[in-house]
């Protein structure tokens, strides 16, 4: 697989879906700054699960677009990490840092896994 073909796998094939995706990481971006400086309680007290979530979801989307094993395993340690912040409720902010940082370093180490289709190839 070259890298242009990473570069369509990874994109949408239409600019409406494109455009989805701009929007929804400008509203979290918005929606995270709106509850540090405004202090809205109940987004300063669900940060880190909605950070959790944003980022399973992006890992989701990108095993479903490269066809990934590595990306399916990353949205799910996201997704746990969810489910477990409940029990952890004075270190979720470690928590939330500490899994978004190894999974960034699994990343970086680990070569990724992509299993093109069958229409990838001409041949």
């Known amino acids: 697989m070259t890298t242009f073909d990473l570069h369509d796998a990874l994109l ?7 455009a989805i995706q701009a929007l929804g990481g400008l509203y979290s971006l918005h929606l995270t ?3 540090v400086v405004e202090g809205v309680v109940f987004i300063l007290t669900n940060l880190c ?3 959790l979530a944003l980022c399973a979801l992006g890992y989701g989307l990108m095993s479903v677009g490269m ?3 590595a990306f399916t395993a990353a949205s799910l340690v996201h997704s746990v ?3 477990a912040m409940p029990f952890q409720a004075h270190w979720q902010l470690m ?3 500490l899994v978004i940082a190894y999974t960034l370093f699994f990343f970086s180490v680990i070569p990724w896994d992509m299993q093109a289709s069958e229409t990838d190839n001409p041949c």
């Open 81 to 83: 990490a969810i489910i």
């Open 12 to 18: 949408p094939q239409n600019p409406e879906a494109l």
């Open 49 to 51: 699960p909605i950070w």
């Open 33 to 35: 700054a709106y509850g």
């Open 95 to 97: 928590d939330t840092g």
């Open 67 to 69: 066809r990934s094993h």
